[in-house]
């Protein structure tokens, strides 16, 4: 196999393609960015929005020193108009119908049950939470599911259900947190 010289290392080595030039990717990447244009040394640039030819004092600076492509005044500019979008702010009507839909349409379908799925299982554990038994949860629950099989297993209330993932739903854990808690109580 043939041999070339590297430009930046001057070492020689096996080239695997006629247009290799250098011989590893740290080298290739030397060579592109000693052999680009230096914007640095410009002393007029063309701006890529207005489309002007201004001096180098009207475009902003990176950090590594190159000139930006749009000058200042339309760097301006596009920050004003960003800044000019403000959200709507909801009623309180609106804010209760997006809560409704999220809670009957969108989460059920994020886990692959319906709304009416969802009201029976709160009937089933009599609006409580299924681990503390204590939280009434007919307002504000968390669906609990399987991350594996993504199978919905009941309703929690948020402790239960942040305690949960902080154990990642992982059963030898969970069962030595208990072993833990029955020795230090004794």
């Known amino acids: 196999m043939p041999y070339k010289i590297c430009p ?4 020689e080595f096996k080239y695997h393609r006629k247009s290799q030039v250098c011989c590893s990717l740290t080298c290739s990447n030397k060579l592109r960015y000693k052999t680009r244009p230096v914007r640095k040394t410009c002393t007029e640039w063309k701006c890529s929005k ?4 201004k001096q180098r004092k009207e475009f902003l600076e990176r950090s590594n020193g190159d000139i930006r492509s749009r000058c ?3 760097e301006s500019e596009d920050r004003k108009q960003s800044y000019k979008y403000v959200p709507k702010i909801l009623s309180e009507e609106e804010r209760d119908y997006n809560r409704k839909r999220e809670k009957e349409v969108y989460t059920p379908k994020k886990y692959g049950i319906r709304y009416e ?6 009937i089933q554990q009599n609006y409580l ?3 503390c ?20 297993r009941g ?4 402790s239960c259900n942040s305690g949960l993932g902080k154990f990642k739903d992982n059963k ?5 947190g208990v072993e833990y808690l029955r020795k230090s109580c004794e």
């Open 117 to 122: 799925d969802i009201l029976n299982m709160l």
């Open 155 to 158: 309703l929690l209330c948020s």
């Open 129 to 131: 939470c299924k681990i």
């Open 8 to 11: 930046i290392c001057i070492t």
């Open 50 to 53: 207005c489309k002007i030819v």
């Open 172 to 176: 030898e854990i969970l069962l030595r």
């Open 133 to 152: 038994k204590k939280i009434n949860i007919s307002e504000k629950y968390n669906i609990d599911h399987c991350h594996k099989t993504g199978k919905v």
């Open 72 to 74: 200042k005044s339309c």
